[in-house]
């Protein structure tokens, strides 16, 4: 029978906002219905660390999840513990799967040591969203593929208006009356924003992407990326100081009609189709030689010690193959990483912002996936700190390079990968 | 036993009374505020950008924040388990807390030490590192992913605390008052139930009311334990509001102020109790 | 007296439950993580024995330092002025009078808020910008600058700022303590106070030779508990509001350092050796606490 | 009378509404040793607590030294107190519970010590100045308290039957004591008894309380010898005085002719004789119900022919045996005559 | 003696470590009623203490009717007791306070409020029974802590000092209401009190205690006629019993001669006759110092020329004057012969 053969239901351990938890719960309806007798029960976390928190204390306790979904930055460090269930033989075996329907570029970035832990659900990119209506009031041209890091910090500067809406300089009203009432550009200080222009300018993030042991922000390219997005805050103030991020982070901001430019990726969709005051659009990344992106991915994992695998398995081929994915992509939450439906209306949907949305499908063949190192989550972490205090707080950018240098290094050195 | 009569007045009356209601005064002025601020807040409308000067009625005055909070984060079903945990959990809680308290007064020092320190020990324990262990032993017991988990916290009085305030107040009474018992051929229960626990009412009170915030806040244990959205507890709801980006800040408001009330009526509740019960001096 | 033997075994039984809560669900899960700490333990595979390499490494590791520190210096300052606070209220509140108890129920309020609400309110509070506390300071300003002409405090942004707001935060929820030092202060024998009245004894000194010597074994209690408790600082202010920031660690406490590394690095042998050393630590804190305690009982001989 | 020490001026007093005094004046003087009696919860605590500033008036005026105190908080009245309950400090040793009161009020800790020791010894509790008030038998507990009192020189001590619970020897020993200590300071003090040996040795003037009223005020031998109503009279006295109505019994002596209703004669055991029946002489028969020794004194519970109960003391040598029958003879110098019903007294016009 | 209603054989107690009752052997028939005598921090609560069980014995036996109760619990030795400090329950009515002991022992509810009430009227507090003890004043309280004990009819009552705060009238009341009670219900009754007519009028036998020890045991009639020792002859009787070394006065009437040292002459001041030292007679010179009047008696104190004091009781009518000069006669049959380095008595061969 198609039931579920130990008789309880699968468990997929997921995270995300209310809205995004709802849209996973429409998947499980939808497959209840399309396999009467199967039942999944969603366990939900609220962010990341809920979810690591759950899944850590239920494997070490002997009754994890049947499924979960993880980004590929962070599974690293259960594909090297050898938690997670290889599929290859399942997809071997499978109906309904086909390796070749999904972007090569997701699959790969969660095999390890050679075999496929995770199957992705969905491949996004970072992307430029701009508000249009605001790009339109102060007739400044909106941004179009192709431009450069220059383009896009004139642009930035063009449209980071005081109240009265004149040009203003961010840096120059610190603490004043004169606080820019639309910042140009929001962009947060992390690893993952910095490296699709760190590749893009020629440079690397770390020695050997498969097997890292540092980070080289030391390089000339780097460090000129680096440099740039530091100045983006240090020396053109075109993004909101660390004082109005907190105040308002960049994604209400932008939601609020205040931020002319956004960068971050496919996630925030589905919250700025609520949006109702303006509108807006998605433009690609700037380049500085090459186009590059960097890859936002997760995927369904089945850990070792789960009890139902035969019927996770089912859920799992249901919510990855076609229909699976035209139901999350109708969400606006993902880029599915199934070819098909990626270009398909469930994805590229007319009606809905933002218009531009082959964005991001052009942009991947373009995308590079940052190491999947058993330590990453703590790496990322540090550097964050460190990055943030760069460009907030204007630290020295020998400094910066070296504390990164130095801070992660242990870290790659207790690192495992695959 | 000393003590008569009702409260004297070291200072004349309304002296006295000046300074007290002076000092409520400043105290209610000091501790309102947030919550008030909470309430406002929970009433502004979400979604809008935030207000340039402090606003104590919002404008508009909307309900949507808890409308909102409610599909949202599923606060019925999540507050109807958290009152299912706390209707079992508190009373069991001060149950222990008490029988213990009251056993530790009165055997003899070198048991009690030893309790004593162990209860030390055990408060010194953080929570995060029982986590795990405790996983490993509800599951061995087929209790992950029910409420028992939640309700289990009430054997240890939920905190060696209380155990340990139960055991002062114990202590604290007056020796005749054992001995009448004593004489009465009360047996220990009996001297608990009939005598020691009616003395320390207002610590009964105040312990309920602590034990209930404590059980009903429960945040880490529920996140553990529970994967059943039908058991999350309103903690477990309430964090998956607060991953709502700031401008929908009135929702998890909203939640808070329905998280909070259920705790604030047992307080107010437990207060009276506090108030309007006389104390050892019949005050 | 010591009771008989069938009082003896009926206590004994009293005591059970809260004996085996106490040895099943604390010491013994404790005493499981505690030997962890000598294991590189990822909750995933099979614990390893690895010695004293933990501690080795906690004793070099940075992050963990300026954890350690950060919450000796928030023990440092709010056990002392939590206790103060909680005993000045319930001294102030323990008799009745107009507003005495709405006061009272106005003191416990804030503990009453569910931790996790209580961190989204205060984040919503100490809004740098938008918040509640910065806008009232802001008033009468100009420039969005306090009436005295100085910047506002940057609650979430600097990190000296940052702790004061956590240590604000921990000043409303004193409903524990001061409920528990109402209770005693009400159960003190009245007849005392009518005696030290005739004697014209200053509040100081009732409060010196009466009143806090009385306390004392429940203010004891309450520090060693409050000094536990900030030293393992339930996590969550820093975690819902802080975030450990600003960066690198300004509000990054013992606590968070563990939760992190066990349930975010999955380093769970090296939480546990951290915990350890946080265990030791209040060990030793409790310790020298209950020395001086015995000083001064010793001198007022309670 | 001497300039007032302390004056209750219509002082009224109530414990949440039930008012437990009533009109209260009393004055006592400067130096003057006033023994306060009552029945049990007649209100005698109550005067001192109001004294003390320890209850509020709900009327009248307290004057001590001629100040008006009534406004004043209790540390400010210039008074010492022992409390019925002793109210010791549970913490403190017997010589930091003696010495408190100096040491609030900065006499220097060796000073202090030095004054606790000595108020220690007068009260014959010097060696337990180490103990604690939960080591002490109850006599033990109740000398620290008085010697807590005694150690200051305040205007006034109130004492709230400091003696109760001494045995009869440290009683008489201590009531001398009080006695030697109220002449050498010259104090003014008021001392709540319900020992009447006490309150006629001691005091100065009794004060009698009845339900929160003062039913007559006078140095111990107006109150013994010319009680102003039948309450004093039967309540000072052990046995009571004898209360007949006036002609159940015809004393011996120059009576004048009184009503033989509406009256009412009192007269103590000690005034009645016991004669032989059988021997000649006045006085009515009566019949011995039963006979208390007490020492070297007896007393001979009688009944006499109308039924009327009549108590004689009499040499315990020379008892009559329970349910032998005597001739009662009762003298008139010491008979009181009161109105049956007002109970006041009626002094042969 | 009939059969034992309560004994204590060797028995030893000691509160940590410090011993204070020494070796005590005493022999309660069923039905007597034994009053406990003894200067404070004698040890008399204590005895009682170890009675009820609430103290351990380090040494020795207790027995109630006949059963060796030593290690036996207090719930099951069948004792009720009235404690010194009361040990009332601060949050029960007074009604629920009596009621108390009976409704622990599953009583139904209505009888033990029924049986409540009438304790309570016994004792004169029927109309508290709603208050709590707070609310009471301390004769009250006695009165309420005597009716917890009287509701149940233990084998053994154990009473502490149980009408201390009461006032005189109430007092002679209840201890003819505890004497009634004693003799209605047959009960066994240890009762400690420092009221010597209490003791007196009360006691089936009266037991001495001093220091820990049982210095006599004896009927009221015993103690007082034949005291065992100095200390006894003191301690009971007030003013205490003159005490002369031998050959300070001369006893009248038929005196046996005696060793003029090491021997003490004891005699009551009731004993002394004085008479006009113009008048002729035996009897010796003596001086007045002072008297205090105590209703219709008065005590003269004097002083003999050796320097002796001596105490005598007159009609208060015909006291003499302090500073007088009086003769004073001591009647022999009334004095009492002590061995002066032992302090025992010793009888005239
Ligand atoms: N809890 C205690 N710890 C130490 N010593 C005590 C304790 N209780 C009583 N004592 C001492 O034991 C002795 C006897 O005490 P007990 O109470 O029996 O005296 P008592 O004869 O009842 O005196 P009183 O008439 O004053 O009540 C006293 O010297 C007293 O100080
Ligand atoms: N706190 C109180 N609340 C209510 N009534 C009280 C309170 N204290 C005393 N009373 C009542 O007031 C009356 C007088 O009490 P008070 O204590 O003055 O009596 P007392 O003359 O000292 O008696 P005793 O000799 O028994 O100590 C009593 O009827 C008592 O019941
Ligand atoms: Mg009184
Ligand atoms: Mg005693």
């Given at each position: 029978g198609s039931g579920s053969s130990d008789g309880g239901p699968v468990r997929l351990l997921v995270f995300g906002a209310p809205e995004e938890l709802a849209a996973y719960r429409t998947l499980i309806t939808a497959y209840e219905k399309a396999r009467p007798g199967s039942r999944v029960q969603l366990v939900e976390a609220s962010d990341r660390k809920d979810l690591l928190a759950r899944l850590a204390t239920s494997v070490a306790g002997g009754a994890p999840p049947d499924l979960f979904l993880m980004n590929y930055r962070f599974y690293g460090q259960f594909a090297a513990k050898g938690v997670i269930e290889p599929l290859d033989d399942r997809i071997a075996g499978s109906?309904?799967?086909?390796?070749?329907?999904?972007y090569p570029v997701a699959m790969d970035a969660f095999t390890w040591n050679g075999k496929q832990l995770c199957l992705p659900q969905n491949v996004s990119s970072l992307a430029v969203y701009y508000n249009r209506t605001l790009f339109a009031k102060y007739g400044v041209p909106e941004p179009k593929a192709g431009w450069t890091w220059n383009d896009m910090v004139q642009t930035a500067t063009m449209m980071t208006?005081?109240?009265?809406g004149a040009v203003i300089k961010g840096?120059?009203?610190?603490?004043?009356?004169?606080?820019?009432?639309?910042?140009g550009l929001g962009v947060e200080p992390s690893i993952i924003r910095l490296a699709p222009f760190v590749w893009s300018a020629?440079?690397?993030?770390?020695?050997?992407?498969?097997?890292?042991?540092?980070?080289?922000?030391?390089?000339p390219a780097a460090r000129e990326a680096l440099k740039n997005l530091v100045d983006l805050r240090?020396?053109?103030?075109v993004t909101p100081t660390d004082e109005e991020v907190e105040a308002e982070d960049d994604e209400s901001r932008f939601a609020n009609g205040r931020l002319a430019m956004l960068m971050t990726s496919r996630r925030a969709t589905t919250n700025f189709?609520?949006?109702?005051?303006f509108e807006w659009d998605v433009a690609p990344l700037p380049v500085y030689r090459q186009p590059v992106g960097v890859l936002h991915s997760d995927a369904y994992c089945m850990p070792?010690?789960?009890?139902?695998k035969a019927a996770a398995w089912r859920f799992l081929e249901f919510a990855i193959a076609e229909e699976g994915q035209r139901i999350i992509a109708a969400t606006g939450r993902t880029v599915p990483s199934h070819v098909e439906v990626a270009n398909s209306t469930a994805f590229l949907?007319?009606?809905?912002?933002?218009?531009?949305?082959k964005v991001f499908l052009d942009a991947i063949p373009t995308v590079r996936a940052l190491p999947t190192v058993s330590t990453w989550p703590e790496i990322e972490d540090v550097s964050y700190g460190i990055l943030e205090n760069a460009m907030f707080?204007?630290?020295?950018l020998d400094d910066v390079i070296r504390q990164l240098d130095t801070e992660t290094r242990p870290i790659f050195a207790r690192g495992e990968q695959g | 036993m000393r003590g008569r009569g009702r409260?004297?007045?070291?200072?004349?009356e309304g002296a006295l009374r000046v300074w007290h209601t002076l000092g409520a005064a400043f105290v209610l002025l000091v501790f309102v505020p947030p919550l008030v601020l909470l309430v406002s807040g929970s009433l502004t409308q979400p979604?809008?950008?935030?207000?340039?000067t402090p606003q104590l009625?919002?404008?508009?005055?909307?309900t949507v924040g808890y409308e909102q909070a409610v599909a949202l984060g599923g606060l019925l079903r999540a507050s109807l388990n958290s009152v299912l945990v706390a209707v079992v959990a508190v009373p069991l809680s001060v149950l222990v807390a008490s029988l213990a308290g009251f056993a530790m007064a009165r055997l003899a020092p070198r048991t009690t030490g030893t309790v004593v320190a162990a209860s030390l020990v055990a408060l010194m324990v953080p929570a995060t590192a029982l986590l795990v262990p405790r996983f490993a032993i509800f599951r061995v017991l087929g209790l992950?992913?029910?409420l028992v988990p939640l309700v289990a916290p009430a054997l240890v009085g939920t905190s060696p605390l209380y155990v340990l305030v139960y055991y002062l107040a114990f202590r604290a009474l007056p020796a005749e008052l054992y001995d009448a018992c004593l004489v009465e051929d009360l047996s220990p229960v009996r001297t608990w139930w009939r005598m020691a626990l009616p003395m320390v009412r207002p610590v009964t009170a105040g312990l309920t009311a602590l034990t209930f915030v404590l059980t009903w806040s429960n945040f880490l244990d529920p996140l553990v334990y529970v994967y059943d959205r039908d058991l999350f507890t309103l903690p477990l709801a309430l964090r998956s509001l607060?991953?709502?980006?700031?401008?929908?800040?009135p929702v998890f408001l909203a939640g808070a102020v329905v998280a909070t009330v259920p705790a604030l009526v047992v307080f107010v509740l437990a207060q009276r109790r506090f108030l309007h019960t006389p104390d050892r001096n019949g005050r | 007296m010591t009771p008989d033997t069938r009082s003896r075994r009926q206590l004994r039984l009293m005591l059970a439950p809260y004996l085996v809560g106490l040895v099943g669900l604390v010491l013994l899960p404790a005493a499981v993580t505690l030997v962890l700490a000598f294991t590189e333990y990822d909750l995933l595979r099979a614990p390893r024995f690895v010695g004293w390499d933990n501690v080795t490494e906690l004793v070099g590791d940075p992050v963990f330092r300026v954890s350690l520190l950060n919450s000796l210096v928030f023990a440092l300052v709010a056990v002392p002025l939590r206790l103060l606070l909680a005993l000045g209220l319930a001294l102030l509140l323990h008799r009745r009078g107009p507003a005495v108890g709405s006061a009272r129920t106005a003191a416990v309020l804030p503990t009453a808020v569910p931790e996790i609400a209580y961190g989204l309110l205060w984040l919503w509070l100490l809004n740098?910008?938008?918040?509640p506390i910065n806008q009232v300071l802001r008033l009468g300003g100009e420039n969005g600058l306090t009436v005295l002409g100085r910047t506002p405090p940057?609650?979430?942004?600097?990190p000296t700022d940052a702790r004061a707001a956590i240590i604000l935060m921990s000043l409303f929820t004193i409903g524990e303590t001061f409920v528990v030092l109402l209770a005693a202060r009400r159960a003190l024998p009245a007849d005392v106070y009518e005696m030290a009245a005739i004697e014209d004894a200053t509040g100081w000194d009732v409060f010196r030779r009466i009143t806090l010597p009385l306390m004392t074994p429940v203010l004891a209690l309450l520090l060693i508990r409050d000094a536990i408790g900030s030293l393992q600082f339930s996590f969550v202010p820093a975690f819902v509001v802080t975030d450990g920031g600003?960066?690198?660690?300004?509000?990054?406490y013992l606590s968070l350092f563990v939760y992190r590394n066990a349930?975010?690095?999955?380093r769970y042998g090296y939480a546990s050796a951290a915990t350890l050393v946080m265990i030791l630590l209040t060990v030793a804190a409790v310790v020298l606490q209950w020395r001086l305690i015995r000083r001064y009982r010793g001198f007022y001989g309670v | 009378m001497s300039a007032a020490g302390l004056a209750l001026a219509g002082v009224s007093a109530a414990y949440r509404g039930t008012?437990?005094?009533?009109d209260v004046d009393l004055d006592v003087a400067r130096g003057e040793l006033l023994v306060v009696l009552g029945p049990?919860?007649?209100?005698k605590s109550t005067v001192l607590r109001v004294v003390a500033g320890l209850e509020p008036v709900t009327a009248g005026r307290v004057l001590i030294a001629g100040r008006d105190?009534?406004?004043?908080r209790p540390g400010r009245r210039d008074v010492s107190m022992v409390f019925q309950s002793y109210?010791?400090?549970?913490?403190?040793?017997v010589a930091e519970n003696i010495a408190f009161g100096l040491e609030v009020r900065d006499v220097p800790r060796t000073a202090a010590r030095e004054r606790a020791r000595a108020a220690a010894e007068t009260v014959g509790c010097?060696?337990?100045?180490?103990?604690?008030?939960?080591?002490?038998?109850g006599g033990e507990r109740q000398r620290v308290a008085l010697a807590r009192a005694l150690v200051r020189e305040p205007a006034v001590f109130l004492l709230d039957e400091?003696?109760?619970?001494?045995d009869q020897a440290l009683r008489v020993e201590m009531r001398t004591e009080l006695r030697a200590l109220h002449d050498r300071l010259g104090a003014t003090m008021v001392h709540v008894t319900h020992d009447q040996t006490e309150a006629l040795v001691l005091a100065d003037r009794i004060a009698v309380l009845r339900d929160g009223r003062v039913e007559q005020v006078g140095t111990p031998d107006e109150i013994w010898r010319?009680?102003?109503?039948v309450f004093v009279a039967r309540f000072v006295g052990s046995p009571a005085m004898n209360l007949l109505p006036a002609g159940a019994l015809t004393p011996a002596g120059d009576a004048p002719p009184l009503p033989a209703t509406g009256r009412q004669l009192g007269f103590r055991p000690e005034a009645v004789t016991l004669t032989d029946?059988?021997?000649?002489?006045?006085g009515g028969p009566a019949v011995t119900d039963r006979v208390e020794v007490v020492g070297e004194d007896a007393y001979a519970y009688l009944t006499l022919p109308g039924g009327h109960p009549v108590v004689a003391r009499v040499p315990a040598a020379r008892r009559p045996a329970p349910g032998s029958a005597v001739r009662v003879t009762v003298r008139w110098s010491d008979v009181h005559v009161f109105d049956?019903?007002?109970g006041q007294r009626v002094d042969p016009a």
């Open positions: 109906q309904e799967l086909d390796r070749a329907d999904y208006r005081a109240a009265n840096t120059e009203s610190e603490g004043a009356a004169l606080r820019p009432v639309v910042h020629g440079g690397e993030i770390v020695d050997d992407p498969a097997k890292p042991t540092r980070l080289t922000l030391d390089g240090q020396a053109y103030g189709r609520t949006v109702t005051g070792t010690g789960a009890k139902n949907d007319p009606t809905q912002p933002p218009r531009n949305a707080r204007g630290d020295r | 409260g004297p007045a070291p200072l004349p979604g809008l950008p935030p207000a340039p009625v919002p404008d508009p005055l909307a992950t992913d029910t607060s991953v709502l980006d700031p401008t929908n800040f | 740098p910008l938008y918040g940057q609650w979430l942004t600097d600003p960066p690198p660690y300004a509000t990054t349930f975010e690095y999955l | 008012e437990v005094l009533h049990s919860g007649a209100g105190v009534t406004a004043l109210a010791l400090f549970p913490h403190l040793t010097a060696e337990l100045l180490g103990r604690r008030p939960g080591q002490l038998s400091p003696l109760s619970n001494l010319r009680p102003a109503s029946p059988a021997s000649d002489g006045d049956a019903a007002s």
